[in-house]
């Protein structure tokens, strides 16, 4: 065992550590959510990371935002993502997409990874992201953040439950803004998720809704 990942064991044994070193995660979106993804994924040490992320960072990303600062400001967030790997874990192979994910492009960008994680913001592209990890028959590990709330899932392949999360005919949601503290929260569900996956263990997660509360500090798993 390597030095650098010794204080994961009593969480995780060595085996869990192997399984995690030959995993192959898809990350779609880069920015509030999928910059504290990565640096989980990156500290636990999966094998090989994709990140998909066509946007670039902007001054309003900085209040919750890793990834973002006076450096990378109008640079690609893939990008950026790939630099702050090469820092924290040069071990692990993180591969930049810099586009956006398509209904054209998602099933060839999906193909051989063992989960995809969502960190996107848009309904219709989590509607895409589920759809090509039904067809590759892949778990996604759901994640959204508004204000102070955040929810997170674990959507089996076959389960349907994003467009139910997610219906296309669906109004609208304005946009409000989101903390740091909401993301962080946020990403650190879903990488536990993952990583239990990953490991081949259950998730608790699986085809339900953990919804939290950082305002009020409540949290409810609704089954889905």
Not at 192 to 214: H, T, V
Request: charged residues 20%; hydrophobic residues 40%; proline residues 7%.
């Amino acid at each position: 065992m390597q030095e650098r990942y010794a204080r994961n064991l009593g969480p995780l044994t060595e085996q869990d550590c192997q399984l995690l070193q030959k995993g192959r995660v898809f990350l779609a979106g880069c920015g509030g959510l999928g910059g504290y993804l990565l640096e989980h994924l990156l500290r636990v040490g999966v094998g090989t990371v994709t990140v998909c992320d066509g946007d670039r960072f902007e001054p309003g990303n900085l209040n919750r935002q890793l990834l973002a600062d006076g450096a990378s400001l109008g640079r690609l967030k893939a990008e950026c993502a790939c630099e702050r790997a090469a820092l924290v874990n040069p071990q692990v192979t993180v591969k930049a997409v810099p586009t956006f994910l398509t209904a054209e492009n998602a099933d060839r960008l999906i193909a051989g990874h063992h989960l995809a994680l969502d960190a996107l913001d848009s309904p219709s592209a989590r509607r895409i992201l589920a759809k090509a990890c039904r067809r590759a028959g892949i778990p996604l590990v759901h994640g959204a953040i508004q204000g102070w709330h955040a929810q997170a899932a674990v959507i089996p392949p076959e389960s349907g439950l994003m467009e139910r999360l997610y219906p296309a005919d669906a109004p609208a949601q304005p946009e409000q803004g989101s903390l740091s503290p909401t993301a962080g929260l946020c990403a650190a569900v879903q990488a536990g998720e993952a990583i239990r996956l990953l490991c081949g263990r259950p998730s608790p997660l699986a085809g339900k809704l953990l919804w939290m509360d950082l305002l009020d500090q409540e949290y409810q798993v609704l089954p889905l």
